[in-house]
């Protein structure tokens, strides 16, 4: 249904075993290269894509600029960097693809929250990089202040769970940007989550496939897309591809 439609995947992951991987809670990921990665998706109209860095790739900057290599133009990376990663290396991934800072308080391997506020300030003054967050809504309503108040922020799979909702659409009336990902992760209604969202505001929800969906309940699916093609009616071509390209500035 969606395959003859341009389609940024605003979330993916690369894993590949030539650069420094960790074990997260004893978890280490299969490899999926940039390759696999091509294969995979060969027939969802992708056009570009956020290569997004995962717990068990820490500070690794290596493997993501390589990627950003293999894949070319209209891809970007999210990174995860120390809080005190200097301004002269902050500039350098900007100018190398990588368009936001991620913080995962999910699984931890990013900076830690109580350096959010500045660091996605000085992100975004040095390089113009947005936040992107790994959080379950239901810890939103302690951030929300702070995550109001910044440039540009996203959140990851839909917030989680669906008792953070209230939370989730108070940020998106201030700004905040959503990812309808991770189908197999969460703990709602996807399609009545998507429908709220749009409810909101039409240009805050971007989609993307999570693959390869490390640690998943179940994997990413191209029925994910036709979910998304139902539910998002005449916002589709944006939530597929405008939404995004426009945040990470494709």
Same mark, same amino acid.
């Given at each position: 249904?969606?395959?003859?439609?341009?389609?940024? =995947?605003?979330?993916?992951?690369?894993?590949?075993?030539?650069?420094?991987?960790?074990?997260?809670?004893?978890?280490?990921?299969?490899?999926?290269?940039?390759?696999?990665?091509?294969?995979?998706?060969?027939?969802?109209?992708?056009?570009?894509?956020?290569?997004?860095?995962?717990?068990?790739?820490?500070?690794?900057?290596?493997?993501? +600029?390589?990627?950003?290599?293999?894949?070319?133009?209209?891809?970007?990376?999210?990174?995860?960097?120390?809080?005190?990663?200097? =301004?002269?290396?902050?500039?350098?991934?900007?100018?190398?693809?990588?368009?936001?800072?991620?913080?995962?308080?999910?699984?931890?391997?990013?900076?830690?929250?109580?350096?959010?506020?500045? +660091?996605?300030?000085?992100?975004?003054?040095?390089?113009?990089?947005?936040?992107?967050?790994?959080? =379950?809504?239901?810890?939103?309503?302690?951030?929300?202040?702070?995550?109001?108040? $910044?440039?540009?922020?996203?959140?990851?799979?839909?917030?989680?769970?669906?008792?953070? $909702?209230?939370?989730?659409?108070?940020?998106?009336?201030?700004?905040?940007?959503?990812?309808?990902?991770?189908?197999?992760?969460?703990? $709602?209604?996807?399609?009545?989550?998507?429908?709220?969202? +749009?409810?909101?505001?039409?240009?805050?929800?971007?989609?993307?496939?999570?693959?390869?969906?490390?640690?998943?309940?179940?994997?990413?699916?191209?029925?994910?897309?036709?979910?998304?093609?139902?539910?998002?009616?005449?916002?589709?071509?944006?939530?597929?591809?405008?939404?995004?390209?426009?945040?990470?500035?494709?």
């Amino acid at each position: 249904m969606t395959s003859a439609r341009p389609f940024f =995947d605003a979330h993916f992951h690369v894993i590949d075993s030539r650069f420094p991987l960790e074990a997260n809670e004893g978890f280490v990921p299969e490899e999926f290269t940039v390759a696999q990665y091509r294969e995979r998706t060969a027939g969802l109209g992708v056009v570009g894509g956020a290569v997004v860095s995962g717990s068990f790739q820490r500070f690794d900057q290596g493997y993501l +600029l390589d990627a950003l290599d293999q894949l070319g133009p209209g891809f970007v990376g999210v990174t995860q960097i120390p809080h005190d990663l200097p =301004d002269a290396d902050v500039a350098a991934l900007g100018e190398r693809g990588v368009r936001a800072v991620r913080f995962n308080l999910r699984r931890g391997g990013s900076a830690a929250v109580e350096h959010l506020d500045r +660091l996605a300030r000085r992100v975004h003054d040095l390089a113009g990089m947005h936040v992107e967050l790994y959080v =379950d809504a239901r810890d939103l309503p302690d951030l929300a202040a702070v995550l109001a108040a $910044l440039p540009a922020v996203s959140i990851d799979h839909l917030g989680l769970h669906a008792d953070g $909702l209230p939370a989730l659409l108070a940020l998106v009336e201030r700004g905040v940007r959503v990812k309808a990902t991770g189908f197999g992760r969460v703990e $709602l209604d996807v399609a009545a989550t998507i429908r709220a969202v +749009l409810a909101v505001d039409p240009t805050a929800l971007m989609v993307g496939s999570d693959l390869p969906s490390t640690r998943a309940r179940r994997p990413f699916a191209d029925s994910d897309l036709d979910l998304v093609a139902t539910v998002a009616g005449e916002h589709l071509d944006a939530v597929l591809h405008g939404n995004a390209a426009a945040f990470y500035r494709v």
